[in-house]
Nanobody, 124 residues
Framework: QVQLVESGGGSVQPGGSLRLTCAAD?????MGWFRQAPGKAREGVAIIARGFGYTSYADSVKGRFNISQDKREQTVDLQMNSLKPEDAAMYYC????????????????????WGRGTQVAVSP
């Protein structure tokens, strides 16, 4: 059973930065970060297609977050800048097999392997 392992969560002030890292299995073409805040549904944050490197982001994080991969280390990172209180959530790394024209969907139904999550807190 493949297991994803996230790291890098923590607590920062608004405007701060955090970098999340996910160690993953190389056999999954799609990697993504999702998040879930208390009382809210889980939502997609950023997705990367590992083959071509195509990325997609939720509108709420565009221009602030960046997803990248290190093929040698087999990790996928999420650099989060200019963090806002509304970014506070449990962040999950996920891996999926389904691609569409080389791109990966931002739908949690298309991701089959999940990590246990890492907590991100943003407060003054």
């Amino acid at each position: 059973q493949v297991q994803l392992v996230e790291s890098g969560g923590g607590s920062v002030q608004p405007g701060g930065s955090l970098r999340l890292t996910c160690a993953a299995d190389k056999n999954y073409p799609c990697m993504g970060w999702f998040r879930q805040a208390p009382g809210k549904a889980r939502e997609g944050v950023a997705i990367i297609a590992r083959g071509f490197g195509y990325t997609s982001y939720a509108d709420s994080v565009k221009g602030r977050f960046n997803i990248s991969q290190d093929k040698r280390e087999q990790t996928v990172d999420l650099q989060m800048n200019s963090l806002k209180p509304e970014d506070a959530a449990m962040y999950y790394c996920a891996a999926g097999l389904r691609t569409y024209g080389g791109r990966c969907p931002m739908s949690e139904d298309d991701f089959t392997i999940w990590g246990r999550g890492t907590q991100v807190a943003v407060s003054p």
